[in-house]
């Protein structure tokens, strides 16, 4: 009765705070499922100990669909499972609406042992959703930086880690190499400065006589990892220290330039999914986009492409990491960690990496020759891209706080209002620094 009762006091309170950020659309469940996280932290989810012939099951939580879980999964829970036969793994797999089905298996105190997080990943942490992982990586004498790259830097809360990075790869510029090819133009290379990519993007967009464009330079339309990446390079950022700075003269710039080369040589607004159809069909010459498209893009007929860095001196962080629940008890805790360990190391990155249902964030396997010079579907690409733009990684200060996703979400809006010719670079500026001040404001 006593936990009914502050429940619902702490769902009003809870209900109060997130109409005013907004947060309507998570719906009662959602709102409900936060105002138990302190509650349900305290309780144990998993907290039935190992049977009496020592075996365990742990419940691995994960988003996408059953094509997700056999490409990127199901191989490494099998080796897993054959290395530890005491422990057991009961896969979850969230075809939508992933951050609300987590936070009320949370609220309803049944909260999966292991969780996959991305970005927002601190929303939960902030919560007091999941364990700190600093005592497992001290015991291990884990190396994070050295082992998955800058992005790892991304899963931490006030100084704690609370995920071990397992899918990884930051954005990468795809290239149609039959376009150059025609054109007598150089491809891209990690040398590549963001004016090496407009001018590129220039010159390889063409028009037929009546000035309608036949072929474009590049695509990339609202993708973070793009203006991001390049915003980073100029020296822009959206936040730093908990503070907005949108608002700065090298963002302006990001945005001016963006846009107008936008305007010049990028296909009409479209999402970053038309630009890959379009990139597909031979009609754009480069796409910036995010390194998952590999193996689509080695299955169309007659695309004749490869990849290079992302322009510029910075990558946007993307991927995902493994977190244990505070729920789980001490036996589900142990196992979870070995779970984690196992997925993230090497033996178990190289199974993601020959089945590039992904990308490995583990930096030994992004660089060993057998996973750059494997053949995709039938061909062979430049993967050692991919270690050197995940070493590329910045992670902005959006990324540091519960307000990730509310803020990238008004960011995302600005620039698409921005690319359609609604308003200009400043005004985009100037709203977004109002907006993304006002939401920090609120934590």
């Given at each position: 009765m006593v936990a009914d009762a502050l429940f619902a006091k702490n769902l009003v309170k809870f209900e109060e705070e997130f109409a005013m950020k907004g947060w309507k659309k998570l719906g009662l469940a959602a709102m409900a499922a936060i105002a138990m996280l302190t509650l349900s932290s305290c309780g144990s989810g998993n907290a039935s100990s190992a049977s009496k012939d020592g075996k365990i099951t742990i419940e691995f939580m994960h988003w996408g669909g059953t094509d997700t879980y056999k490409g990127v999964y199901q191989k490494r829970i099998a080796a897993f499972e054959k290395?530890?036969?005491k422990i057991k793994v009961k896969?979850?797999?969230?075809?939508?609406?992933?951050?609300?089905?987590?936070?009320?298996?949370?609220?309803?105190?049944?909260?999966?042992?292991?969780?996959?997080?991305?970005?927002?990943?601190?929303?939960?942490?902030?919560?007091?959703?999941?364990?700190?992982?600093?005592?497992?990586?001290?015991?291990?004498?884990?190396?994070?930086?050295?082992?998955?790259?800058?992005?790892?830097?991304?899963?931490?809360?006030?100084?704690?880690?609370?995920?071990?990075?397992?899918?990884?790869?930051?954005?990468v510029?795809?290239?149609?190499?039959?376009i150059f090819d025609k054109a007598h133009m150089a491809y891209p290379n990690d040398k590549w400065t963001i004016n090496d990519f407009y001018r590129a993007a220039k010159k390889l967009t063409k028009r037929d006589k009546k000035g309608n464009i036949t072929q474009w330079g590049t695509s990339y339309a609202d993708y973070q990892a793009a203006w991001g990446s390049f915003m980073m390079t100029n020296g822009g950022s959206l936040v730093k220290n908990g503070k907005a700075t949108?608002?700065?003269?090298?963002?302006?710039?990001?945005?001016?330039?963006?846009?107008?080369?936008?305007?010049?040589?990028?296909?009409?607004?479209?999402?970053?999914?038309?630009?890959?159809?379009?990139?597909?069909?031979?009609?754009?010459?480069?796409?910036?986009?995010?390194?998952?498209?590999?193996?689509?893009?080695?299955?169309?007929?007659?695309?004749?492409?490869?990849?290079?860095?992302?322009?510029?001196?910075?990558?946007?962080?993307?991927?995902?990491?493994?977190?244990?629940?505070?729920?789980?008890?001490?036996?589900h805790r142990a196992a979870s960690w070995k779970f984690i360990k196992f997925m993230t190391d090497v033996k178990a990155q190289k199974i993601l990496g020959a089945s590039l249902g992904?990308?490995?964030?583990?930096?030994?396997?992004?660089?060993?020759?057998?996973?750059?010079?494997?053949?995709?579907?039938?061909?062979?690409?430049?993967?050692?891209?991919?270690?050197?733009?995940?070493?590329?990684?910045?992670?902005?200060?959006?990324?540091?706080?519960?307000?990730?996703?509310?803020?990238?979400?008004e960011c995302t809006n600005e620039v698409?209002?921005?690319?359609?010719?609604?308003?200009?670079?400043?005004?985009?500026?100037?709203?977004?620094?109002?907006?993304?001040?006002?939401?920090?404001?609120?934590?």
């Amino acid at each position: 009765m006593v936990a009914d009762a502050l429940f619902a006091k702490n769902l009003v309170k809870f209900e109060e705070e997130f109409a005013m950020k907004g947060w309507k659309k998570l719906g009662l469940a959602a709102m409900a499922a936060i105002a138990m996280l302190t509650l349900s932290s305290c309780g144990s989810g998993n907290a039935s100990s190992a049977s009496k012939d020592g075996k365990i099951t742990i419940e691995f939580m994960h988003w996408g669909g059953t094509d997700t879980y056999k490409g990127v999964y199901q191989k490494r829970i099998a080796a897993f499972e054959k290395a530890n036969p005491k422990i057991k793994v009961k896969v979850i797999t969230v075809g939508d609406n992933y951050d609300t089905k987590l936070l009320t298996m949370v609220a309803g105190n049944k909260a999966p042992d292991v969780a996959q997080v991305a970005e927002d990943g601190t929303g939960f942490a902030s919560k007091n959703a999941f364990i700190s992982l600093d005592s497992y990586i001290k015991d291990n004498n884990m190396d994070l930086q050295k082992t998955y790259g800058n992005g790892s830097d991304l899963y931490k809360w006030k100084g704690h880690v609370f995920g071990i990075p397992d899918r990884g790869g930051a954005g990468v510029l795809y290239y149609n190499k039959d376009i150059f090819d025609k054109a007598h133009m150089a491809y891209p290379n990690d040398k590549w400065t963001i004016n090496d990519f407009y001018r590129a993007a220039k010159k390889l967009t063409k028009r037929d006589k009546k000035g309608n464009i036949t072929q474009w330079g590049t695509s990339y339309a609202d993708y973070q990892a793009a203006w991001g990446s390049f915003m980073m390079t100029n020296g822009g950022s959206l936040v730093k220290n908990g503070k907005a700075t949108v608002d700065s003269p090298q963002n302006l710039k990001t945005f001016t330039d963006y846009t107008k080369n936008f305007k010049s040589s990028s296909i009409s607004y479209q999402t970053a999914e038309d630009g890959v159809n379009r990139f597909q069909q031979g009609k754009v010459a480069m796409t910036l986009d995010g390194m998952w498209w590999i193996l689509g893009n080695s299955q169309v007929k007659g695309l004749n492409f490869d990849i290079a860095p992302m322009p510029g001196k910075y990558s946007w962080s993307t991927g995902s990491a493994l977190t244990i629940s505070r729920q789980s008890d001490k036996a589900h805790r142990a196992a979870s960690w070995k779970f984690i360990k196992f997925m993230t190391d090497v033996k178990a990155q190289k199974i993601l990496g020959a089945s590039l249902g992904d990308i490995p964030a583990n930096m030994k396997v992004l660089e060993d020759p057998g996973f750059i010079k494997q053949k995709i579907t039938g061909k062979t690409y430049d993967l050692a891209t991919i270690a050197k733009d995940q070493k590329k990684v910045k992670i902005d200060g959006i990324f540091r706080g519960p307000w990730y996703s509310e803020a990238i979400t008004e960011c995302t809006n600005e620039v698409k209002e921005m690319l359609l010719g609604h308003q200009t670079p400043k005004q985009s500026i100037d709203n977004l620094q109002a907006k993304v001040r006002a939401i920090l404001n609120k934590y």
